[in-house]
């Protein structure tokens, strides 16, 4: 389980690099078109506001990769700071609904999975 978890939370920060990307206009298509409003357009942040939060979708990643190397290893805090690392990754997916619609979905099953593991010791 730790294994699958592990690649689960990889894979899902692989997939904060389209936040990246899209905020720092690395990639342009059709169902990544560059905006500078988050909140489905209620918030405008500019150029440069969307550029900030595109460096969190990275640091979002890089921890995510980061939590879940620690998970193969099986370091003793790997499990807490995956939640806390999904909760800052759930915030993100808060202000890119409803295009992050899937990532709002795996966050919310990874946060309840991971407090799982915690309470009752499973890993």
Avoid: C
Avoid at 74 to 101: F, I, M, N, Q, Y
Wanted: cysteine-free; charged content about 10%; proline content about 2%.
């Amino acid at each position: 389980m730790r294994l699958a978890l592990a690649i689960l939370m990889a894979l899902h920060g692989i997939a904060h690099m389209v936040g990246f990307a899209g905020s720092w206009q690395l990639a342009a298509s059709s169902d990544l078109p560059y905006k500078t409003t988050v909140l489905n357009g209620r918030l405008d942040l500019g150029d440069k506001g969307i550029r900030a939060l595109g460096v969190l979708w990275v640091v979002a990643a890089l921890a995510f990769v980061f939590v879940a190397a620690g998970a193969v290893l099986d370091a003793g805090w790997w499990a807490k700071a995956a939640v806390v690392t999904a909760v800052g990754s759930l915030a993100l997916t808060l202000l890119e609904l409803p295009a992050a619609r899937i990532g709002l979905v795996l966050n919310l099953f990874l946060i309840a999975v991971l407090l799982l593991i915690q309470r009752f010791h499973w890993i």
